[in-house]
């Protein structure tokens, strides 16, 4: 059995102490920038109605959602050209079965 230093005792103990707080460290990361992140506020909820919370989610998503296209009437836009037939036309290539030997 190997005899250990007191030297080689108080490193071994400044590497616990610091894996310690580094583990304490991403506990707190992972848990104020992820977990607490995902629950949900039910305040808004009415009490009256019976929903999951993605509809809430969803609801509180699109409340805040700005449609606006009036950037395609944008003189820029009437240069753009079509290049190509529409509708396309659908042609057949190559074989019915690919594996079959020829």
């Known amino acids: 059995m190997a005899i250990k230093t007191i030297e080689e005792k108080k490193k071994q103990q400044k590497l616990l102490i610091l894996l310690a707080i580094i583990i304490l460290a991403t506990f707190i990361i992972l ?3 992820y977990i607490k992140k995902n629950t949900i506020s039910v305040s ?3 009490t009256g109605e019976n929903q999951s919370s993605s509809d809430i989610i969803l609801k509180q998503g ?3 959602t700005n449609l606006n296209i009036d ?3 944008q003189v ?5 050209k079509s290049h ?4 396309v036309k659908r042609i ?3 074989r019915a079965n690919p594996f079959i030997p020829q």
């Open 92 to 94: 057949i290539t190559g």
């Open 84 to 87: 190509g037939d529409l509708p």
């Open 31 to 33: 848990y104020f920038g």
């Open 76 to 80: 820029i836009f009437s240069f753009l």
């Open 62 to 64: 699109l409340g805040k």
């Open 71 to 73: 950037y395609l009437n």
């Open 44 to 46: 808004n909820i009415s």
